[in-house]
């Protein structure tokens, strides 16, 4: 389970203010929004890539986040 509580969001613009949300275990969810709305910077907020300007995310200890193919070695199979 991943839980956000009372997370506030920053850069420029406020994208998330005082947000709570759980997202259970074994369920698949969808962020839609428009270009440049900040979901890139949720996910860096929840995978820890980015420090919140308020509130608090727990995170599962098995969370991946993957942004891009530069991150992975290319040499590696998906089992290693």
Known sequence: MLRLTHVTLKTRQVILQDADFTFKKGRIYGVLAINGSGKTTLFRA??????????????????????SVEWLDGNLSGMD
């Open 46 to 67: 929840m995978s820890k890539l980015l420090l919140l300007s308020s509130g608090h995310i727990a995170v599962p200890p098995s969370l991946f986040y993957y942004e």
